[in-house]
């Protein structure tokens, strides 16, 4: 499974857009690009998939570059609710059952 | 209702004790697992099973027994916990296939501590 890294922690306003940004080098040609966001004492819940360009739904835009090495989640208009971790995943999920989480980007938005 | 249930939500118990949790899923997935967030708030996989069968067992102590009576239900049981097994554990289910995202839908988390 390709490894991740992202930084580990990030600090924004409300109202601001956030672009937390992800390399896996080693992604694999099967390989989908998936995030989570987990709040404090919940378990960490889906936002956005991506294989290649752009996807974008109600929560967030997901950016991947013609090389797929890397990859750009983007919150717009961060409110005190989306303080959170955010994951950045690398794997063939549509087809497999190993789903590796990595360390997260803690976000914290202030007032 | 809740999509992935565990219970119970929190568990303190003695060094050396047996304890379980379960765990149950409404969404009619195929695939089940046991995760492990400890106190520097890693998430680790443990157990992956595909309808009833284990797939993934990511070398964890042998004390720690997963069960699947169903495809809706994967309980884990642990024998003579440790201090080290103090942490929140995260049941999860998903629908891997093509098609589909994999998606994992999570409990809540059950937060064990050992004293």
């Known amino acids: 499974l390709a490894k991740t890294t992202q930084p580990i922690s990030m600090d924004s306003y409300e109202g601001q857009e956030v672009n937390i940004t992800c390399s896996h080098n080693n992604i694999a040609t099967n390989d989908y690009i998936t995030w989570y966001q987990q709040f404090p004492s919940q378990g960490p819940r889906f936002i956005i998939q991506g294989y290649k360009t752009k996807v974008t739904n109600e929560v967030a835009s997901l950016f991947i570059p013609a090389d797929r090495k890397s990859s750009t989640l983007s919150l717009p208009r961060v409110s005190l609710s989306d303080t959170a971790v955010y994951y950045c995943l690398v794997g063939d999920y549509p087809g497999g059952f190993k789903t590796i989480f990595g360390a997260g980007t803690r976000l914290f938005v202030k007032a | ?115």
């Open chain 2, 1 to 115: 209702d809740t999509a992935v249930s565990q219970t119970p939500k929190y568990l303190v118990t003695q060094m050396g004790n047996d304890k379980s949790i379960k765990c149950e899923q409404n969404l009619g997935h195929d695939t089940m697992y046991w995760y492990k967030q400890d106190s520097k708030k890693f998430l680790k996989i443990m157990f992956s099973y595909n309808n009833k069968e284990l797939i993934i067992n990511e070398t964890v102590p042998n004390r720690f027994s997963p069960k699947s009576p169903d495809k809706a239900h994967l309980n884990l049981h642990i024998n003579s916990l440790e201090l080290g097994d103090s942490a929140v554990y995260f049941c999860a289910s998903s629908q891997p296939g093509q098609g589909n995202t994999g998606e994992l839908f999570f409990g809540e988390g059950s937060r064990l501590t050992v004293l």
